[in-house]
């Protein structure tokens, strides 16, 4: 059986081998020891922790294979962004030149930093090992997110926001970001994604360009990913498009990856998921597959179950292995979303 767990620190070790295989531009993954072992650390405060309002909470789960004891997946939701470092974006803006006197107009699109979504939850770290890539697998992963955010929901910004990784290759070089090498950092992209990830961030506020950027000055190759995703993160992106999240003009500084957002409560399976009371017995004949979870905090469990929901009934059955994956009793409630 998969089972979504919050991440502990045994499970360091799979998480090092993740962040090795999810490549460049995985931001939120550096192949660095001490800072996967201190944000195993931070993971574990945070789903144990009393809150007033989301400040710097990190909720990073992990996919289990029970059969194995396997660690096959992460998916991730920090509470707040840029709460104790900056959270850069660059805004996408128009600006309008126009003359009378000349017969002119010209539309330029500008590259502006900003700090706009300090504040945001975002959606991050979703990643699933290959051989697991089938059987709806990565859906639920990425979607198991949102039994969290409905249930947990004061422990969220109210706008959700995650960061699509931009175009870059094997080698990690981005096309987006030579120009800002070349004429500003310095340091190539790898490094500077590294430091990032590392939330190193005091050079970007030293060395980013002080002025907004115009597109049409950029390289053409960098022109063209601008909004543009890696290979690898079209599902992950079709899977938030599919909620409600649209890319509303902010972009990554460095690689030009789209960022999208949707308001907490307009997320699809925020809206649908349903709270339901379980008696726990044999599977009816005409069930269909659900991504369930418990209203757990720190012993959060999420899986997939064959359930027979009826829409004015609060009540359902569960069988017994997934009640005991979920550590759900007899009258116990769940929170469920059709697959
Ligand atoms: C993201 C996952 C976990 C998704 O798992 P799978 O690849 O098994 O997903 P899937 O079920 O095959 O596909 C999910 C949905 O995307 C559709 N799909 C598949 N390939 C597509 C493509 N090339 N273009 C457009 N849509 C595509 C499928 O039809 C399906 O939609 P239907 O369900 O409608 O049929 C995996 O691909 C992965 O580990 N990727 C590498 C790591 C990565 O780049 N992660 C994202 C980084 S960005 C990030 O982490 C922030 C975002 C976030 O946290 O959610
Ligand atoms: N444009 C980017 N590289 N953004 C970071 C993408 C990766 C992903 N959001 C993560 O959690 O690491």
Known sequence: MLVIRPIR???FKALYQIA???????????????L???KIARVEESFTKQIDKPFDEGYLMVLEDTETGEVVGTCGIEAAVGMVDAFYHYRLGTEVYHSEQIG???EVETLTLCHDYTG???????????HYRKNNNGRMLSRSRFLFLAQHAERFGETVIAEMRGESDADGNSPFYGWLQEHFLGID????????GLSQKAFMAEMMPKNAVYVCLLPKEAQKVIGEVHANTRPALNLLQAEGFRCRGYVDIFDGGPTVECHLHDIRSVRESRLLTITIGATPSDAESYIVSNTQLADYRATTANLAVVDDCDDVILDAQTAAALM????????????
Do not use: K, W
């Open 120 to 130: 945001a939850a975002e959606l991050c770290t979703l990643f699933l090992r290959g």
């Open 104 to 106: 002119v107009r010209n």
């Open 20 to 34: 090795e295989e999810s490549g460049h531009g995985f931001t939120s993954l550096p192949v660095n020891e001490d």
């Open 36 to 38: 996967l072992r201190s």
């Open 189 to 196: 992209f790898v490094q500077a994604d590294y430091l990032s």
């Open 9 to 11: 620190s045994t499970d």
């Open 328 to 339: 759900v009793a007899d009258g116990e409630q769940i929170r469920v979303l059709p697959m």
